[in-house]
């Protein structure tokens, strides 16, 4: 073999090997997701933030880039955008909203729930933001949010998040492969919609779901790749 093969050979065989690693980690997730899939919403939501937070974390530690977050408190930006959501998790939003004594905004929720993703920035300015976004451009549910609020973290300037402001691809983002194939396999098992819609079936639902089931335990971080 000429040095060009094998190098061609050994790239091959590390593509295979990672292509592998990612899929067990998603297989893995899945597998975990099914079986909580009838345990108490709000402890598989919790379950799931706390695996998340811990696969962040640890990928976070381990990535030099990640020190360049830009991301903070009052930072909103992508709290306008269309933000999708699993059905647990709009029950542990709601949960949140009344524990805190937060009324949420049905009427907005109703405006909001006729856009899809790509007819969301169609809305009337006031309208694109998230109903847990406040005032000071915090958010009112902080320990209760979403996975995808979770992991959603750029590296650039927050100017360029304003999605009325930026260029196409400007947005630079430091992300975890574990994080991504966690909240995939979330909404695949799980179900997506997005948050106005999740929300609004999550407050008819409110007094009907199980109580009192233990939590579940989702195993992240993952063993180190190969
Ligand atoms: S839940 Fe909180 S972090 Fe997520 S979009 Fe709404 S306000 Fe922003």
Redesign the pocket.
Known sequence: MTDDSTAAANRQARNARKEAYLRAIYDRYTGQFRAAGDQQALSVARSAHIAMDAVLQRDRAKTPGSGGIRCGKGC?H??H?A?EIWPQEAAL?VEAACDAGTALDRARLERQSRYTVDTWRQQPAADKA?????GDGA????ES??N??RKLLVVTDPALCDAGQRQPDSVGRWFSWEAELMESAALEIFGAAL?PGSLLAALQQRTSGAQGMPAPNFSGPSDAEP
């Open positions: 909103s992508c709290c955008e933000v939003l998230c109903v847990f976004l406040g958010c009112t549910v902080y949010r979403p995808a609020c948050m």
